[in-house]
């Protein structure tokens, strides 16, 4: 409950993501002068709105205005560009690790984890060597890079076979993530080939691999089979109920004996909580995510708080049909969660109680492509053209800040009147490897 201090009561934010930003940006808008102070923890100085990652790898959206500066949007916080290391929250302290190697602790009064989800990587052979994820700005911009730079090679390449792995691209996950990703770039390099004089788009070869026995499991089912259909009717092979076996050297074997040679692997095949948690004092759930109650309350722990992928938030929306259901680590919850999260935490400050989280999922939309989508919305099916532009609706309202929604817009009007760029800039993957071989001539 509320503390009588003379000193401000110090929040510590672990984590710059959707959680992170959106709770810091409503502890400075609420709290008042002297009340407490907020310190906000990240590795990036940056929050990266994941839902336009797509558009930003098929370069329908600038890279830099798909990151909200977490220094510039938070200016009555404190912004630590470190790495959590560990937590110690019966000691009021985390221990974080600085760019040049350093450690040190930092001290507290109320915490709150929105340290999200990393990768879920499986120990297939290969696989570390081999994969591309597709979390952040820059695994999004290595991936365009990539991608084009593949064409690059095989329009200059005199070996068939070779020529084959190069223009082979393939995507492991079919959630949004794998989805969007796979949809965008295919896109993107199918209109590339127009300025390739030996390059047909029938000569690109798009996988996707998915172990369940659908895609999309976020919308209904009837529309992951329309998404199916329609990513076949543009030549792209999907593999369901399918495991990857291995990926060594880049040759791609799959459970149901099927082979193949690919230089583009990308690793879309889930995520899980944020490893730091398992070593701290803090309760978790056997899938590593902290125990929360619906007031966003670490379940049994004082001056904690939780909230996003890391979090196991009951669904009270769900509670008569399912009492264990909890909230699914989606967007569309962590902004929610981090709204209430804000205002419980000062409410707590000042001696008042704290609100359950309640909210009845509306539906979700992807995009496939330009003018290509797929939504499920109020239990309405949309495709198409209309789909695509409420997936654009959505997100632009989301995106934090008008800034970005102003430079988002921007990017797409003058795409739409300019024609998107396909210009390849692998350099930027390995920007000293010409200074390297001229160094050595």
Known sequence: MGRAKTAPTRILILGGGYVGLYTALGLQRKLRGGEASVTVVDPQPHMTYQSFLPEAAAGAIEPRHVVVPLRRVLKRCHVLTVRVTKISHGEKKVTVEAPDGHQEDIAYDVLVVALGSVA??????????????????????????????????????????????????????????????????????????????????????????????????????????????????RGIEVYLSTLAESFEHGHVILSDGTEFDSDTIVWTAGVKSNPVLASSDLPIDDRGRLRAKATLQVDGVADAWTAGDNAAVPDLSRIDEDPAALCAPSAQHAVRQANLLAKNIVAVLRDREPKPYFHRNVGSVATLGLHKGVADVYNVKVKGFIAWAMHRGYHVARVPTFNRKFRVVADWLLGGLLRREVISMGQINNPRAEFDRVSRA
């Open 120 to 233: 879920r990587v499986m120990p297939i052979p290969g696989l570390a060597e081999q994969g591309i994820s597709f979390k952040t700005i820059g695994e999004a911009i290595y991936l365009r890079n990539h991608v084009l730079s593949k064409l690059d090679a095989a329009s200059s390449c005199a070996d068939d076979e070779l020529r084959r792995k190069l223009l082979t691209f393939t995507f492991v996950g079919g959630g949004f993530a794998g989805i969007e990703a796979l949809g965008e770039l295919e896109d993107m390099a199918r209109y590339a080939t127009r300025y390739y004089e030996n390059i047909e788009p029938s000569d690109l070869r798009w996988v996707l691999v998915e172990a369940a026995g659908r895609i999309l499991p976020e919308v209904r089912e009837s529309l992951g089979v329309y998404t199916v259909l329609q990513l076949e009717r």
